[in-house]
T-cell receptor
């Protein structure tokens, strides 16, 4: 089954404790991205990657890191989480080509930083 | 600058009636795509419908249709014969095809509640 998986689905942590949210897709997609969803703001892009070893900042990259060592994986790293990073996070992938070229989303990770 | 505007934070509709969710967008590109996603209370994002800027016909997918008015830069989602399972958050999104990194811009969303 074609899918994007994220782990963990739920996480409660404390300020300053480094964490990683994993993302993996099995569709051989080149393009992957991370979004955060906050009430009244919709989804905002954190980072994106157009291919292996190619990553760039989205609209709200502060406090986050990513890496793309393999095509299928795109982990999101919070080196020192803060309460304002409490949010719902989505990983997404797309082929980057063709029509409609919609993004396929993972199930989401609900993060709470105390 | 906000590229996607959804002016209705919340909407109510009676079961079996039709409802229109508004979306306006802002772009100077000629080539772009418009998307609608549904997010039920379980949280996942479900792709509903797509409209390309060059498509002359309004897109339809089952009970979903997209009322595309290019000159007004609006891409409203119409749900016909609403069902209780349609209660969810709905997001309008746009991709500007000519942009280098091909990302999607989302609106703030509209929460639809279908009443029995």
């Amino acid at each position: 089954e074609a899918q994007v998986t994220q782990n963990p689905r739920y996480l409660i942590t404390v300020t300053g404790k480094k964490l990683t949210v994993t993302c993996s897709q099995n569709m051989n997609h080149e393009y992957m991205s991370w979004y955060r969803q906050d009430p009244g703001l919709g989804l905002r892009q954190i980072y994106y990657s157009m291919n292996v070893e190619v990553t760039d900042k989205g609209d709200v990259p502060e406090g986050y890191k990513v890496s793309r060592k393999e095509k299928r994986n795109f982990p999101l790293i919070l080196e020192s989480p803060s309460p304002n990073q409490t949010s719902l996070y989505f990983c997404a992938s797309s082929s980057g080509q063709g029509i409609p070229n919609e993004q396929f989303f993972g199930p989401g990770t609900r993060l709470t930083v105390l | 600058a906000q590229k996607i505007t959804q002016t209705q934070p919340g909407m109510f509709v009676q079961e079996k009636e039709a409802v229109t969710l508004d979306c306006t967008y802002d772009t100077s590109d000629q080539s772009y795509g418009l998307f609608w996603y549904k997010q039920p209370s379980s949280g996942e994002m479900i792709f509903l419908i797509y409209q390309g800027s060059y498509d002359e016909q309004n897109a339809t997918e089952g009970r979903y249709s997209l009322n595309f008015q290019k000159a007004r830069k609006s891409a409203n989602l119409v749900i016909s014969a609403s069902q209780l399972g349609d209660s969810a958050m709905y997001f309008c999104a746009m991709r500007e095809v000519e942009k280098v990194h091909n990302d999607m811009r989302f609106g703030a969303g509209t929460r639809l509640t279908v009443k029995p």
